[in-house]
C-alpha cells in the first residue's frame, strides 16, 4: 500500500513539474543610488587565467547583449582586476545578457553569476568597482548604493550592497501552510475515530516537526536553490520521507487503536496533505 501512494505521489508531483519552468535561469535585479549623472553599468565575473583584448570588430554583435548601443567596449576590453575578475559582456563563455527597465538593471539569461562584481562606468573613463557579491537567492533583488563615493577618480571595492531577502513574507507563510496542514491531519484523525487527548497530542507534535521541516525546505527550495523546480523536488523527496517518519511513527506511538489503522490513517492523512500541498505551491 505504501508503495502505490509513493507512486500516486510520483506521479501528481511530475504532472504538476511538466507545468512549472523547470530550466528557468537565475536573475539578478540590481538598483543603483547615490548616482546624479550618466553612468554605464556592467556586470565582471571570475576568470581563472589572465585575458587579452578581444577583436571587437571580428562580426560579433557584442552590443545585442548590452542594454544600450554606446556602451564603452574599450574600457573593459583586456581588463582584468587584481582579483581576476573581467567584463561578462566581453568574456562571458555563455550569453550574459543585461537589461535596464524600470529603473532596475536585470541580469538575466543565461544566468546571473552567483559571485560578481558590479563596474559603475561614466562618461570620461572613470569607473568604480563594487566588492564581490555573493548572490544568495535565486531571484534575487540588490541594491548597490553610492552615496558619498568620490567619481572623479576610478575606485574598486567601494559602495554598499543589499540583497533584499523577504524574510516577512516567507515567515507568515511558513506559519500558515503548517498550521493549514496540522489541521487537517488533525480533522482526518477525528474521522478515523480517535477521540483521545494523547492521540491528537501527539499526532499534532509530530506533524509540527515534519511539517514545520518540509516548509523550510520548500522555501528554500523555491527561493534559494531553483524557484519552481527547485520546490517541486524539495516537495517530492519531503513527502515521501515524511510518510515514511510519520507510518513508523504512529505505528509505535499512536496506541489508541490497532497499529494497522495507524498506519492506515498516515497514509491517508499525509496523502490529503500532499495533494493539498500541490494545489497550493503558489503560496509559497
Known sequence: MTFIVILLMTAVIFSVT???DMFAKPEARIEVVGIDQTFYFEILIFKNGPVSAVDIDSGRDWLSEYYQDDFPLDVLNGYQDDDGFVS????????ANLFYEDDVFLVGYFSAPKKFKIAIIFEDGTMITSKVIDRKMFYSKMTYDLTGVNFNLTQTGV???KEHVPIGSMSWKFAVRVIITISVELLILWFFKYRLRRSFALVGAINFF???LLTMFMILGFYFWGDSFGLVFVVLLGEILVLLTEVLAYHFFLSEQTPRKARQYALVANLATFILAIFTLWFI
Not at 561578462?88 to 550569453?95: A, E, H, I
Open 88 to 95: 561578462r559582456t566581453l568574456y562571458s563563455n555563455k550569453p
Open 159 to 161: 559602495g554598499t550592497i
Open 210 to 212: 515534519t511539517q514545520s
Open 18 to 20: 511538466a507545468h512549472a
